[in-house]
């Protein structure tokens, strides 16, 4: 659940309501309006700040590798590169006698959300085309050019983007943006010249680095234990020692199992519980059971797995498409309740761009009568000079096109028209981010996969890899832009410089692109199920990638849909649609926070693994536990715990892909993985 954990939880594929619990802290004015507070900084970006920020980032990309193949979701790196970024800096600016000050904190920040974020097409559409043969009988090490180009434009192609709408969407808007408010709030806070403030960055840092390292050993003993370290089948042995075949078949067939998985431990601890228990509620419908009744009349085959039509398929493939559809009409909805404000800002936009031209060629500028209009008092010698943005986004967009041309046999037109394409849905993202800090990075993938459905190109291959490749395009253009315009927001509620900002987002994506396409080969060596889908035993559930695949089969012409799972799709987009008009109009605030959440439903819909949605519910609720014997300890140190627990697991993902790939044996002890000859771990 764009930090590490979500501080933005940027449910990648799937967006979620998210973490902040809709408690976020009002922020009022920059640092400079309390500057007796903080020491004076005469330099805002240090290469100590970037670099530090960079790696931290990299430990996040390595969480969101994880976790988004196993569940769709990937986190921010704001109160990761915030909290261990002032632990780290604050070290060396101790030992080297320099000053070290919340604005060159943010700085860290912006340069670990930066390197920790381009995850996405890792866990969507490029597995995607490995598992539907779309990229011939390449492995991705025979792909590592083209892969490590088509990073670099996505990484800097989506920063780019983002530069000029900062003064819209932070400046004249002024939108909330919870999780980069929260991220600036943790910040002033650290940098407090006070006793207090100490002792909270000191007992914050304790708290992340002891989280991590449980998280990451538990997870790494887990390779060589997996029996009573990583799976727990509770409901097996109970109903091997009632004899009730039933209850095992729950636990072996369908998964219901209890696993040890800390990371969603950790996402637990931030999730609102409408989120949890509506995720569990679309588990328990789809795979606890219509799955099984329909599977036990023979209607389905199981609980996971696509065949080719006639097979009506699996569990997994039949609530694919309500799952979907609730999920993307509850997106849009959410954002067509909020249609005057996402008209304005295209109206903004349009104007603006009138205004650059106008301004070319020696014009008066158009006037804005909007209201959401406000002065931004930023000097000029810290604001990022038109040249800069604009020639960087004719580089990189052009570098695109190219990419996609070359190296994925996508034709020109279709990628300049996801680039547009892409313009427009970013103001949807960054609308709704900026609101209601959800990104719907999924509903914007579905839209543009669906506007290029169909190409005149008589290769099938040509039309699915385009089909994939533009959704690509969007979806990382908006969750890039999301990601650095809450950026800009932490800076502009510290009062860092903007320009400053964007050099730690340069250095931060160039570490991006370097761990990013490592990262993948070796979850994929690791891994082959990851992009083979004939392996059915598989570590990762990757329903991201199984979601992206099947709509693109389904859209342009190679696949159907089952006429029962249509009649529900069509429900279920029905429903998702009232569902948000009765709770934004007719819903009292109190009560909001405990209405039925469908693109939670959704979710649970196309996830087969049920030990995830049990995973966040037990994190959950030990954080209720938790607020009422200690509410002051839960308020400062849960995000960093749930930091802590996310990278833990990420890290010991990378360790146990290592070893599995030089060949260390695991599972060397099997206790608690079954009787009999059965095998359950």
């Known amino acids: 659940m764009s930090a590490p954990v979500n501080e933005k939880t940027q449910y990648d594929e799937y967006p979620q309501e998210k973490s902040l619990q809709q408690e976020t802290v009002e922020v009022k004015g920059s640092i400079d309006d309390d500057e007796e507070e903080y020491v004076h900084e005469e330099r805002q970006f240090t290469w100590r700040a970037a670099i530090v920020g960079s790696l931290l980032g990299c430990v996040v990309a390595a969480s969101n590798l994880y976790l988004g193949l196993k569940i769709g979701w990937t986190f921010g790196a704001a109160l990761w590169g915030s909290i261990f970024g002032f632990l780290i800096l604050k070290s ?265 031209i106008r301004k070319l060629s020696k014009k008066e500028a158009l006037v804005s009568q909007s209201t959401y209009v406000s002065k931004d008092t930023t000097p000029e010698h810290e604001l990022i000079p038109t040249s800069w943005w604009v020639g960087g986004l004719l580089l990189s967009g052009v570098f695109t096109v190219l990419v996609m041309y070359f ?28 609101e209601t800090d959800i990104n719907p990075t999924g509903a914007v993938a579905k839209v543009t996969q669906l ?70 080969l070796l979850y994929t060596q690791a891994y082959p199920c990851v992009i083979d889908e004939s392996i059915t035993e598989c570590q990762f559930a990757v329903p991201a990638v199984v979601a992206w695949a099947n709509v693109c089969k389904i859209l342009t012409g190679d696949g159907s849909v089952p006429h029962a799972s249509m009649i529900l799709t069509i429900v279920c987009c029905i429903l998702a649609v009232i569902n948000v008009i009765v709770r934004v109009k007719f819903v009292p605030d109190r009560l909001k926070p405990y209405w039925i959440n469908l693109n939670a439903v959704g979710l649970g819909f196309i996830n087969p693994s049920p030990a995830i949605p049990i995973a966040m519910l037990i994190g959950w609720t030990s954080g209720q536990i938790w607020i009422r014997t200690s509410p002051r300890t839960h308020e400062r140190l849960m995000y960093s715990i749930s930091a802590g627990l996310i990278a833990g697991v990420g890290i010991a993902g990378l360790v146990n892909a290592a070893m599995t790939i030089g060949g260390v044996e695991g599972g060397v002890v099997t206790v608690g993985c079954g009787l009999n000859g059965v095998k359950l771990c």
């Open 92 to 356: 060396i600016s101790r030992m080297t006698n320099t000053v070290f000050g919340p604005k060159e904190n943010a700085v860290c920040q912006a340069a670990a959300t930066s390197a920790g974020g381009l995850s996405s097409g890792f866990v969507t559409a490029i597995p995607a085309m490995y598992r539907m043969g779309l990229m011939g009988d390449n492995s991705p090490k025979d792909d590592v050019v083209a892969l490590l180009l088509w990073t670099a434009s996505a990484a800097f192609f989506g920063m780019f983007f983002a530069v000029p709408l900062r003064s819209h969407f932070v400046i004249n808007q002024d939108l909330v943006f919870p999780t980069p408010r929260a991220a600036a709030e943790t910040i002033k806070n650290l940098h407090k010249n006070s006793s207090a403030a100490a002792k909270d960055a000191r007992d914050s840092g304790r708290a992340m680095t002891y989280s991590f390292i449980i998280a990451m050993a538990f997870a790494i003993i887990g390779f060589f234990i997996p029996g009573l370290f990583t799976e727990l089948h509770i409901l097996w042995y109970i109903g091997n020692a009632a004899s009730y075949a039933a209850m095992m078949n729950a636990d072996r067939a369908w998964g219901w199992i209890f696993t040890w998985d800390f990371a969603f431990f950790g996402a637990g601890l931030m999730t609102p519980g409408n989120t949890v228990f509506s995720f569990l509620l679309g588990e328990l419908i789809a795979f606890g059971i219509a799955g099984p009744l329909m599977t036990s009349s023979g209607y389905l085959t199981g609980r996971s797995g696509f065949l080719p039509p006639p097979v009506i398929g699996s569990a997994q493939s039949w609530f694919l498409w309500p799952g979907v559809g609730m999920m993307v009409f509850t997106a849009f909805s959410e954002l067509g309740a909020n249609g005057k404000s996402i008209g304005h800002a295209v109206m903004a936009a349009v104007r603006e761009g009138r205004n650059y």
């Open 407 to 434: 190296n994925f046999h996508v034709p020109v037109y279709a990628t300049i028209g996801a680039i547009i394409l892409s313009f427009f849905l970013a103001f949807v993202g960054l609308q709704a981010s900026g």
């Open 451 to 520: 506007v290029f459905s169909r190409i005149p190109n008589p290769d099938i291959r040509v039309v699915q890899k385009t089909n994939l490749m533009c959704a690509n395009i969007a979806a990382s253009v908006c969750s890039q832009a999301v990601d650095m315009v809450g950026d800009l927001k932490t800076g502009h509620l510290i009062g860092a410089s903007p320009r400053a900002m964007l050099w730690a987002q340069l250095v931060g994506s160039t570490f991006a692109i370097a761990i990013a396409v490592p990262l993948f």
